[in-house]
C-alpha cells in the first residue's frame, strides 16, 4: 500500500532559526496536504498543493510540490514560538475512489526561547 | 460553532464492553471520514462516506469495528468487545469534496483498561 515517509522526526530549534521537514511518497500523488497539530489538539489544514512544481507561499512558510508528485517540504522561515507543533504532510493517492488521506508520522518542531 | 464535532472527547472502558462514538461534520460537507491516531503517529485512515454511503473502509478496520451514517449528517463509530490495543484518539473530519481540505473535530480519546 501507500507509505508516507516525513523527516526528521523531531527538530529542535532556536528561536529565529529556520525550519524544514520533507515528505515523500511511494507513489505519485493526487495533491498532497499539510496539517498543523499543536500538543493536545487536533490537525488543522495548512495548505494543498496539486500541480508538479508547484510553490506556495503563507507569510513565513514555503510549501513545495516535486516535479514528479512525489514529495514536498515546508520551510519556515524565522521560526516564532507559536510554530510550536507537529507538522504532517498528507497524500491522496490518484484515480477515483480512494479519497483517504494517507498521512506521514509528522516532524515535531520544538522551539527554544 | 460550524465546525465538526465528537462526542464524547473522553471516554473509558473496560476490555470486552462496547463503545460508540458520534460525529458532526460541517454541515454543508458531504464527505466524513473517520482516523484513528496513536502517540507519536500521524493520523490512520479508517473509513470514509460520501453522504450516507461507506464508499471506502482500510484494512485496519476490523470487523469488531462498524460505521455508519444514516441520514447523510452525522455518524457513528462502534468497536466491539473493544481491545487494549483500541486505545487511541479517534478522529472525524469532513470535506466538502474530494481531494478539499479536511476539517477535523477535535476527537473521542479512547482508553481501554
Known amino acids: 500500500g501507500q507509505q508516507v515517509m516525513q523527516i526528521p522526526q523531531y527538530q529542535h530549534v532556536q528561536e529565529g532559526e529556520d525550519f524544514t521537514t520533507y515528505c515523500n511518497s511511494s507513489t505519485t500523488l493526487s495533491n498532497i496536504q499539510w496539517y498543523k497539530q499543536r500538543p493536545g489538539g487536533h490537525p488543522v489544514f495548512l495548505i494543498q498543493l496539486v500541480k508538479s512544481g508547484e510553490v506556495k507561499k503563507q507569510k513565513r512558510l514555503t510549501f513545495q510540490f516535486g516535479e514528479a508528485k512525489k514529495n514536498s517540504s515546508l520551510h519556515i522561515t524565522a521560526t516564532q514560538t507559536t510554530d510550536v507543533g507537529t507538522y504532517f504532510c498528507a497524500g491522496l493517492r490518484t484515480g477515483g475512489g480512494a479519497d483517504g488521506l494517507t498521512f506521514g508520522k509528522g516532524t515535531h518542531l520544538i522551539i527554544q526561547p | ?113
Open chain 2, 1 to 113: 460553532d460550524t465546525g465538526v464535532s465528537q462526542d464524547p472527547r473522553h471516554k473509558i472502558t473496560k476490555r470486552g464492553q462496547n463503545v460508540t462514538f458520534r460525529c458532526d461534520p460541517i454541515s454543508e460537507h458531504n464527505r466524513l471520514y473517520w482516523y484513528r491516531q496513536t502517540l507519536g503517529q500521524g493520523p490512520e485512515f479508517l473509513t470514509y462516506f460520501q453522504n450516507e454511503a461507506q464508499l471506502e473502509k482500510s484494512r485496519l478496520l476490523s470487523d469488531r469495528f462498524s460505521a455508519e451514517r444514516p441520514k447523510g449528517s452525522f455518524s457513528t463509530l462502534e468497536i466491539q468487545r473493544t481491545e487494549q490495543g483500541d486505545s487511541a484518539m479517534y478522529l472525524c473530519a469532513s470535506s466538502i469534496n474530494r481531494g478539499a481540505a479536511a476539517f477535523f473535530g477535535q476527537g473521542t480519546r479512547l482508553t481501554v483498561v
